[in-house]
């Protein structure tokens, strides 16, 4: 719920600098962190920045996602009927922790509402969650990082796979793509692990690969046809779909998703009903055609090392926006 230790290191870390040279950067705070360096930032006078990863700074369970009904939650974070809904995993005592960490978050750590900057990953994620920040915060773009090496275009056309990264759980759509892919008669590759293995492992078209390492996932990657994103819940960016277009594969995207913004419908991929079996069926049948998978995959590849987010663009954007704050 709040972690001291955190606090006075930071507290003897900040003595050491002077807040008219010095900005403090949030990323990652809600498991371990804790806001308690917000509120030392901000009572020793420096500014502090937050990159908006997820939606904890306005929904006890950071997703705006009712688990118990695998539905988007329509309710105002920290509401009435917020608190006194059961929507976690765990359980109602886990909802009860949630609810009581972001009533400390919000009161003791004076957050958001003592944060005026915020990078966003996406439009999409900015709009959800400025009804909860400061009227006065400002908010400058910037995609995330990607650590990618540009390879020769991957010839789509001659795999068998439609690829899928990330946990096998509800909200990240799965009973819709095992359901739409057996209609449509793809074969699936799943690269990850989760809840619903076992559910998986009853479609005869399916291939799960377990966790395996961020480079296996780029291997996995060379063996798609197109790549399929359809979570149910908002996902504040979706990194694996512009890994995916640097190695020139299209995607198949959820609307509900922050990555529907980096696709061009029919250029460099599809956005789909989130969990829309026969809308997803209808995609899918797309990746059967050699020359549209070839196509969209050479528009995804040439559109992201246009502009890549690698390392160097991703360093020189910081910089600015620091410069902006300062």
């Not at 400058?140 to 056309?157: C, G, S």
């Not at 990657?221 to 299209?250: D, H, K, T």
């Amino acid at each position: 719920l709040w972690n001291f230790k955190a606090q006075r290191v930071m507290s003897g870390l900040l003595q050491t600098l002077k807040p008219e040279a010095t900005i403090i950067h949030l990323h990652g705070y809600t498991k371990a962190l804790t806001t308690s360096p917000v509120r030392v930032a901000k009572k020793q006078g420096f500014e502090v920045v937050c990159t908006l990863h997820d939606f904890f700074a306005a929904c006890p369970n950071g997703a705006f996602f009712n688990y118990q009904t695998s539905a988007i939650c329509p309710l105002t974070g920290m509401s009435a009927a917020c608190i006194t809904t059961h929507c976690d995993t765990r359980g109602w005592a886990h909802k009860a922790y949630r609810v009581v960490r972001s009533f400390v978050q919000k009161n003791v750590g004076k957050f958001p509402e003592s944060v005026r900057h915020y990078i966003t990953l996406s439009h999409f994620s900015a709009e959800h969650l400025r009804p909860y920040l400061p009227d006065e915060a400002q908010f400058y773009p910037l995609e995330n990082l990607i650590e990618v090496t540009k390879k020769p275009r991957v010839d789509v056309a001659a795999n068998e796979y439609v690829v899928a990264v990330g946990r096998l759980d509800i909200e990240k759509g799965i009973e819709t793509l095992l359901e739409s892919a057996k209609k449509a008669d793809v074969k699936l590759l799943l690269v990850g692990d989760g809840p619903l293995r076992a559910l998986a492992e009853e479609y005869e078209n399916v291939t799960i690969t377990g966790w395996v390492s961020p480079e296996q996932v780029h291997d996995y990657l060379s063996q798609a046809r197109a790549l399929i994103f359809p979570s149910i819940w908002y996902e504040a960016y979706g990194l694996v779909v512009s890994e995916a277009a640097a190695r020139g594969m299209a995607a198949i995207v959820s609307d509900i998703s922050a990555a529907a913004e980096r696709i061009e419908e029919g250029e460099n991929g599809l956005v789909v009903k989130a969990g829309d079996v026969d809308a997803l069926t209808d995609a899918l049948e797309k990746t059967k055609d050699n020359a549209w998978v070839a196509s969209t995959g050479k528009n995804a590849y040439e559109r992201f090392w246009n502009t890549p987010p690698t390392r160097e663009h991703h360093t020189e954007g910081l910089l600015g926006i620091y410069q902006k704050i300062f």
